[in-house]
């Protein structure tokens, strides 16, 4: 198995971004000229956006205003995900031009599972009520946290999710995928929730190094997450476990 983290940028870019097209899906998805448009009818940027890793169409702006058509369509905002390995390299450009603005500025993290894994008695793999619950609690809206449930849901793909215990009361949770292609396997780690009142209380690392010890136990050494740039909180965590930011990404929506 290869370690996508030492691959060029844009190459490893490339292969996690495919790669997370099956550790957190749409509800639909249609393909277009390379494209691969996601709808999922609510709020989310990942399931609700263009993932532009190929393009075979003759005409850029007119595989735009198609894109366009498509979201309107279904009541959504035309949204593209960029990143280092978007496709065509004038994609940006002529999305200035039509009027996008850039949200969601966020990173993607890389670390070794072997480097991390470390096993828990308060961390428990059997506790699909408390990990709902705290997805819910740590999320932006009540909307927001059911579509994050619902992606949960309608995996096809090996996963789990973790739930790390303070006094019997599931108090921090995360969420792990394993997807590959060929000789790449990943493991995407998405829902790191802490409730409010147990921050600074080691939970969440407890969580991301048991779901570590998971990713190992599936013969998978590559772990990715994504954060949002501004989260210093998180990415201090993460950094502090052994992640390394590889490289970052943003959406641009339409309106």
Not at 116 to 130: N, T
Not at 200 to 213: E, I, M, N, S, T
Not at 219 to 248: H, I, M, Q, W
Request: aromatic share 8%.
């Amino acid at each position: 198995m290869q370690n996508l983290g030492q691959h060029p940028v844009n190459n490893a870019a490339e292969t996690i971004e495919r790669l997370s097209l099956l550790t957190w899906p749409g509800v639909e998805s249609v393909e277009f000229q390379g494209w691969r448009l996601r709808f999922a009818g609510a709020k989310g940027h990942r399931p609700n956006s263009v993932a532009v890793l190929d393009f075979s169409g003759p005409d850029l702006e007119v595989a735009i205003a198609h894109v366009e058509a498509a979201y309107a369509a279904r009541g959504l905002k035309p949204m593209f995900a960029l990143h280092p390995a978007a496709k065509p390299a004038a994609l940006e450009k002529m999305l200035d031009v039509r009027g996008y603005r850039a949200e969601g500025h966020s990173l993607v993290y890389t670390a070794q599972a072997s480097e991390i894994a470390e096993a828990s008695s308060d961390v428990r793999f059997d506790a699909p009520e408390d990990f709902a619950r705290l997805v819910r609690l740590g999320s932006k809206s009540p909307e927001d946290g059911e579509e994050r449930l619902a992606v949960v849901a309608r995996l096809a793909i090996p996963n789990t999710a973790a739930v790390a215990f303070h006094e019997g009361v599931g108090r921090a949770c995360g969420h792990i995928g394993l997807a590959h292609d060929g000789d790449m396997k990943m493991a995407a780690i998405n829902l790191v929730r802490t409730d409010p009142s147990f921050r600074r209380c080691g939970l969440a690392r407890k969580v991301v190094q048991a779901l570590a010890g998971w990713a190992q136990n599936q013969a998978c050494d590559f772990l990715t997450l994504c954060v949002e740039e501004t989260n210093t909180p998180a990415r201090r965590l993460y950094e502090s476990l052994g992640f390394k930011a590889l490289y970052g990404y943003h959406y641009r929506v339409k309106g």
